[in-house]
């Protein structure tokens, strides 16, 4: 089983999809966005060669981000960019930095404001510089954006798909979400959706939407072309249609694999294990408070990082409704229990955007 650094790390919280609300009250549909693609008639896969096709193109965009996979070709890659302000961070521009020779072998260097990050594994052993201090919500944002975007397709998904025209080109976009989803050919896309839209000429994913109201968007006018791989120039990360962070991928380069001196901790660098690796994105649906006007279902989804203890630190809210600061307010307040992890390994902080789902007055 290969070792996975950083972001990929001990995944824990197994993605919970966002299932659909069996119950016969209806759900207001996902507020329109400019990037928000899928608004018309979906089609659903009726074949297994139907599916097939489907995961295939997933697994080609896939490739093109597998930087970290055993056997990869050692790197380092250059990232500058600009971000918002979040809950504990104001923001501004930073840069991030990747020397990797193997999951057991490589370096994070960043900075965003006044936080640094310096990170090492050393033959699978994590160090860091900075171990108590919460790592800013933007520069999570970035690493899932470069390093792990698609999370694979599982066996067992339900997947909806539509064509779509993006950038005067008909590309396709894929909903997925858990087994046990209405697998039907609704129109537009469900609350409970992950999106992936994919140009099947080139295999490079275009937008990437982990929940309604936040799109990562891929340029590829300064691709840069690294051992078969096509990263973008430029990502952009928007959330409730203002962008929060705009990145360029500067440079990638080969390393030396024999040069192990940038993975040497230093006397000030504290061991902490695969707990502190920072991991993937998590989706999970929370009934929420009271009720709310009207007769549809009124679901917001809160972006939040929770930390090791369960405790809320950093929170936004992805749409703007009449509900929309109680929702936030809901989660803010909430103790989730610890986040399941490695034998072996303590609860760690984990990123993750929470459905909360308002029904209506009975």
């Known amino acids: 089983m290969r070792t996975l650094p950083l972001f990929l790390l001990f995944l824990t919280w197994t993605t919970v999809a966002l299932c659909q609300d069996v119950s016969a009250i209806p759900v207001a549909p996902v507020p329109p966005d ?26 080609r965009a896939v490739s093109h981000y597998a930087l970290h996979q055993r056997g990869g070709p050692p790197h380092v890659l250059q990232i500058s960019f600009n971000a918002t302000a979040s809950t504990l961070n104001p ?19 960043g900075n965003l404001g006044g936080y640094t990050l310096l990170r090492i594994s050393s033959n699978a052993a994590v160090y860091d510089q900075n171990p108590d201090s919460m790592i800013p919500l933007r520069l999570k944002m970035l690493a899932n954006a470069v390093f792990a975007p698609i999370e694979g397709a599982p066996r067992k998904a339900t997947i909806r798909t539509a064509n779509v025209e993006w950038k005067g080109a008909q590309i396709t976009c894929i909903m997925m979400s858990a087994e046990g989803n209405a697998q039907t050919p609704a129109a537009g896309r469900q609350w409970y959706e992950t999106e992936y839209c994919i140009d099947p000429a080139t295999g490079l994913l275009d937008i990437y939407s982990k929940a309604p109201g936040v799109y990562t968007v891929y340029d590829y006018a300064n691709a840069l072309s690294f051992h078969g791989r096509v990263l973008p120039g430029s990502i952009t990360i928007a959330e409730n249609g203002t962008t929060v962070l705009a990145a360029q991928l500067t440079s990638i380069a080969d390393t030396d694999p024999s040069n192990t001196s940038p993975f040497t901790p230093t006397s000030r660098m504290i061991a902490q294990g695969p ?8 989706r999970f649906p929370l009934p929420g408070p009271g009720a709310a006007p009207g007769t549809a279902m ?14 809320v630190r950093e929170s936004e809210v992805l749409q ?9 307010d809901f989660v803010t307040r909430m103790k989730f ?22 029904r209506p007055a009975q």
């Not at 923001?91 to 260097?109: C, H, K």
């Not at 072996?344 to 984990?350: F, K, L, N």
């Open 320 to 328: 703007t409704s009449s509900v929309s600061a109680a929702a936030l």
């Open 298 to 311: 009124q679901p917001v989804i809160v972006h939040a990082v929770i930390d090791a203890k369960g405790n």
């Open 275 to 282: 707990a502190t690796a920072l991991q993937l994105p998590t």
């Open 337 to 358: 229990a610890p986040a399941a992890t490695a034998s072996g390994a303590s609860p760690a902080e984990r990123e993750a955007y929470i459905n909360v789902r308002f």
């Open 34 to 59: 400019r990037l928000e693609l899928v608004t018309g008639p979906t089609q659903v896969p009726v074949s297994p060669e139907q599916r097939g096709a489907l995961v295939a193109l997933m697994n």
């Open 91 to 109: 923001g501004g521009a930073g840069q991030l930095r990747e020397t990797w020779i193997s999951g057991e072998n490589w370096r994070w260097d």
